[in-house]
Nanobody, 122 residues
Framework: QVQLVESGGGLVQAGGSLRLSCAAS????????MGWFRQAPGKEREFVAG????????LYADSAKGRFTISRDNAKNTVYLQLNGLKTEDTAVYYC???????????????WGQGTQVTVSS
């Protein structure tokens, strides 16, 4: 089992950047695929990005390609999401998750953090 705690959210103007972090407890972090999802008010949770256990594989939603970068540091039990070129439509609660496959389907992710709010103003 792994516990996940996100941080790094906040209020930023359109065009700005944020770096989200997700710290994991336990010694099995390196065995998990890690993903980032987000949920905007009134909308369903959606996949943003995923990264393989050894960082060799990544997957991005079309909305994230070219603007967001996922990375991980297994020595620090932490996964990151660099958000660049933020748009107002990126406003959402961002969640990290640990799972078995780099897929967009949230059902493959077994452990979830509590989320961190990202608000992008115009």
């Amino acid at each position: 089992q792994v516990q996940l705690v996100e941080s790094g959210g906040g209020l930023v103007q359109a065009g700005g950047s944020l770096r989200l972090s997700c710290a994991a407890s336990g010694r099995t972090f390196s065995r998990f695929v890690m993903g980032w999802f987000r949920q905007a008010p009134g909308k369903e949770r959606e996949f943003v990005a995923g990264i393989s256990e050894n960082s060799r594989g990544t997957l991005y939603a079309d909305s994230a390609k070219g603007r967001f970068t996922i990375s991980r540091d297994n020595a620090k039990n932490t996964v990151y999401l660099q958000l660049n070129g933020l748009k107002t439509e990126d406003t959402a609660v961002y969640y990290c998750a640990a799972g078995d496959r780099i897929v967009a389907n949230s059902e493959w992710y077994n452990f979830w953090g509590q989320g961190t709010q990202v608000t992008v103003s115009s």
